[in-house]
């Protein structure tokens, strides 16, 4: 179990705005380090701080952005295509709602919407292997999440459909990326086709185990589902490539659970908090995710409904590092003699005479 997890690091995009420091990489790169953090995610949809079409052409643009952050004091986690991933697969009920993820020149259009989104995430694999990073993290999009309760009946067939398209649309970016030598680390997300473990097993099964379709591992979005959420761990370690810190809390009344009856998010069963305001065990997931080899970074990712941004962030980092586990090279008994003494055992054992 030599080496520990990463961190902290911070998920940028809920922070980027147009003031400052949010307003560019060099400034919201020296905000972050300022706070505690060791690395950034970058959201490569958002051009005030990230050119993903320039990087995946221009090692030069590449290592400028490397030169950044390292002169910041933070090193890059991950990019993110979470948006432009989502784009990849759109059931006709969400168009409206998702065209605005998309440049207006294809909005409106789902096709061109949809080539514009695999060409992004395509670039993220060369981008990723510029930067010299092991993965990128980003969401599947969705075709049948609509239909997910079985009421009306669901059509025989439609969900394996769904599936079988979601495998012929991802399975050439995963090429790319196998190509580039980087991961892909799907956020397994309510919205999403891919959302939980039994749907990650149908999406593996549809992509034939790719090597490069990993888990980006959020045990929030498992606790809003009443998923047990360290087991997931027990299940799937060998896939979680990067993860998200982040907490949330569910507490169903007799009014609403999960589905919380349209209620706004301040006003749901389940909600997103900062770190530490939640029911999230994170001691027991640091542990678990120790005890089972992952050495990627821990990022924070925060929505909560209802602490700032600005408190949540610096709250953040510290959280982070009381959670890593500088892990261990000895056993508690090894001052007891732990040479093999077969004669001794025997006779403990009463096996010999």
């Given amino acids: 179990m030599a080496g520990a997890i990463k961190g902290p690091g911070i998920f940028l995009a809920q922070f980027a705005s147009d003031d400052a420091p949010f307003d560019s990489l060099p400034s919201i790169a020296r905000w972050a ?12 949809w958002d051009r005030r701080l ?3 079409d320039r990087c995946a052409e221009s090692q030069t643009y590449a290592d400028e952005v ?8 933070v090193a890059i986690s991950e990019l993110s295509t979470h948006l432009q991933g989502q784009l990849v697969a759109v059931n006709p009920a969400y168009d409206a709602a998702f065209d605005s993820f998309a440049p207006k020149a294809v909005q409106g259009n789902p096709a061109k919407r949809q ?12 981008a990723a292997q510029r930067l010299g990073l092991a993965g ?7 075709l049948a999440f609509p239909y997910l309760y079985p009421w009306p009946q669901r059509p025989e067939g439609l969900v394996e459909t769904t599936f079988a398209e979601l495998a012929r649309r991802w399975c050439p970016i995963l090429d790319a990326y196998d190509d580039a030598g980087v991961d892909i680390g799907f956020e397994l997300h309510p919205g999403e086709d891919v959302f939980d473990g039994a749907s990650w097993e149908r999406f593996q099964s549809a992509v034939a185990g790719h090597p490069r379709a990993r888990i980006n591992y959020d045990p929030s979005h498992f606790l809003l589902q009443a998923m047990d959420y360290l087991a997931f761990i027990d299940l799937y370690h060998d896939r979680i490539s990067a993860f998200h810190v982040k907490d949330a809390e569910f507490r169903p009344d007799g009014r609403q659970g999960v589905y919380s009856g349209y209620s706004p998010w301040a006003e749901r069963a389940g909600r997103f908090r900062s770190l530490g305001d939640g ?17 990627g970074w821990a990022v924070m990712e925060w929505e ?11 709250e953040g980092a510290p959280f982070i590092a009381r959670h890593l586990i500088d892990v261990t090279d000895k056993a508690f008994d090894d001052f007891a003699n732990g040479q093999v003494d077969q004669a001794r055992i025997e006779r403990m054992l009463g096996l010999s005479q």
């Fill in 279 to 295: 029911q999230v065990d994170f001691s027991a997931v640091f542990t678990r995710l120790t005890q089972h080899g992952y050495r």
């Fill in 66 to 73: 490397r030169g950044i952050c390292a002169e910041a004091g």
């Fill in 50 to 52: 990230f050119d993903l």
């Fill in 115 to 126: 080539a514009w989104a695999v060409d992004q995430v395509t670039k993220a694999a060369t």
């Fill in 304 to 314: 909560c409904f209802l602490k700032s941004p600005s408190q949540g962030a610096a």
């Fill in 136 to 142: 990128t993290v980003s969401f599947t999009g969705s």
């Fill in 33 to 44: 380090a300022g706070l505690g953090y060791k690395a950034v995610q970058i959201p490569t």
